[in-house]
């Protein structure tokens, strides 16, 4: 069996990057397109892209956990205002050379996102990728909530993605992403046990094989997730009052599909209004 050096996978971000910067320019097409539609001081347009050259007007957008920053980058360079921040300094080191690189602004910071206080105020926040499962417990969960719910304006949304957890599975479940640039090519592969429901986790392992110029580097970072079914997230969703659950769409991203919160939608993605 090749040997996997155990390695934290935001540790070395340009990997983490190349696998998840392909769905960049939907997600980010996503986002405008569900202000327009929800937010409460929104002109209500309808779909940006449908709209033509008429652009958005520049929105005030906070990402916490922006890892390697490629929302951050792609929404700034569509002239919105974006201040992002993470725990690990090697995404945030990644995040801020891309956008030096590009010349593009956007304002980054390390920080913990169950527990943060944004400078100013925002019209959209966004956590995508299951990213709120690394907040491991309920008290964090609603303590971040509540801190986005604080961060933003009357009207303004939170756009939260997550994949639930079907209890009844006992079967682990395998992702497997493949990515290039240039001469070097990820194998990612991740895998989930089934979850340890007592305690609310599942635990998770990714293993990375780059391959440069016929050299590989392998590596495999583990974690846990907390759980959430349908009726655990409703649950965490009622002790926020301050934030409203407006519509619910699925990891395809797609405007002209919203989907109902029930027990069948696996892959969430949740638009909560400040009240
Ligand atoms: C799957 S990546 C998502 C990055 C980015 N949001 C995206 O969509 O590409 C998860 C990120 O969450 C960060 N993270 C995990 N726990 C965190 C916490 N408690 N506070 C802030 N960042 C955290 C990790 O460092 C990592 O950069």
Known sequence: MPRFEAIDWYDTPRWYDLVFDEGTEREADFLEAVHAAHAANSSRSGRVRAAGPRRPRPLRVLEPA???????????????????????????????ARLAKRRLRGSLALGDMSAFTARGRFDLAHCLVSTFKYLQDERSASKHLRCVADALVPGGLYVLGLHLTDYASRSRSRERWVARDGRTRVVCNTQVEPARRSQRLEDVRTRLVVTTNGRELRSETRWSFRTYDVRELKA???????????????????IDSPRALDGELLDVVLVLGRR
């Open 66 to 96: 922006c890892g390697s920053g490629r929302l951050v980058a792609e929404l700034a360079r569509r002239g919105h205002r974006v201040h992002g921040f993470d725990l690990n300094e090697r995404m945030l080191e990644f995040a801020r």
């Open 236 to 254: 965490l969703l009622s002790r926020v009052p301050a934030l409203e659950h407006v519509a619910t769409y699925d990891f395809t991203h797609d």
